[in-house]
């Protein structure tokens, strides 16, 4: 064999070495995981490698995936309330990927560019699910409930109702925030005219207070007057009533008196009733001034006989 031969061997070997080596060797940063695959053997590796150098099976290839938490944008989409009524919405998530998830993700979804498909359904799947819970009223005064209630629904797409990924996306969900919501123009007309009506409701329920508040300082005013008129013509009448029982009184103690006299005459004088008639008749003639008498004919007005 000549040396030029053996040169020509030595060149080809060492490049079959160079060829072989530099395609061994491959690189993960540090920002993700990578699974070893042998594209001859098609064999995947059993655990993920981390950021660095490593050395495999000539012309393998790594599946990487981040190893970072990783931000899902889902802006402007729609869900549909409880009550049928369409919202629009935007919603941002972060998930990150749990490195013994890494080799059983990579066998059901193949690479990452096609997981990452699936969690972000997984992401809008969970939202339009807390929609469908909540009616279109709970957004205007709930928004923090709702957005926990998609953030737990949340974990539950992505993570499986066991928490282990397998039942979900095998992907760990971080957390949620609900930066826009957007009620139906019609419901937001509706909602501003129910607080007008609220607000004319409350004015007129202002008003009857105020009115009847008024009416009964009026009645109580009436009542007053009432009962002063009232206590007014209860004193008067027992005053009236007084006088009377006053005045009742002197007549009948006059009479009293009178009667004694009259008879204490007659009883003096021993005259009849007509007697003391005929008495009582002359000293009323003769007490009286200017008397004046018309009797017709024929008549007696003197008791005289009966003296």
């Known amino acids: 064999m000549s040396v030029h031969l053996i040169a020509i061997l030595g060149c080809v070997l060492l490049v079959t070495v160079v060829v072989l080596l530099s395609s061994s060797l491959k690189k993960v940063a540090s920002t993700e995981f990578g699974v070893q695959y042998d594209v001859f053997s098609k064999r995947l590796a059993d655990t993920p490698k981390r950021g660095g150098l490593h050395l495999g099976p000539p012309f393998f290839r790594f599946i990487k995936v981040p190893s970072t938490f990783i ?33 059983p993700a990579v066998k059901k ?19 339009q699910h807390t929609c469908s819970e909540f009616n279109i009223s709970n957004f205007q005064n709930q928004r923090g409930v709702i957005q926990n209630r998609m ?6 797409k992505l993570e499986g109702k066991d928490g282990d990924g397998h039942s ?58 009432a009962n002063k008129i009232t206590d007014k013509a209860v004193n008067d009448a027992s005053i009236v009533l007084a006088k009377a029982k006053l005045k009742a009184e002197e007549i009948l103690f006059s009479f009293e008196k ?31 001034k200017n008397l004046k008498v018309s009797v017709g004919e024929p008549a007696s007005f003197s008791w005289s006989d009966e003296l």
């Open 168 to 225: 979900g996306v095998y992907t760990r969900a971080v957390s949620l925030q609900l930066r826009e919501l957007t009620l139906p123009v019609d419901y937001n007309t509706a909602v501003i005219e129910r607080q007008e009506a609220a607000e004319l409701v409350a004015l007129a329920k202002n008003q009857r207070s105020q009115e009847t508040t008024k009416a009964n300082t009026n009645l109580l005013s009436a009542r007053e007057e």
């Open 71 to 103: 931000t899902i944008n889902i802006p402007d989409a729609t869900c549909v309330s409880k009550d049928g009524l369409r919202i629009v919405f935007a919603v941002t998530f972060q998930y990150q990927i749990p490195e013994d998830w890494v080799v």
């Open 151 to 156: 953030e737990e629904n949340l974990h539950l």
């Open 258 to 288: 009178d009667a004694k006299i009259i008879r204490s005459v007659k009883d003096a004088l021993s005259l009849t009733n007509e007697g003391v008639l005929a008495y009582l008749a002359n000293n009323l003639m003769g007490e009286a």
């Open 109 to 127: 979804y193949r690479n990452y560019e096609k997981w990452e498909k699936v969690v972000h359904a997984a992401g809008n799947s969970a939202v």
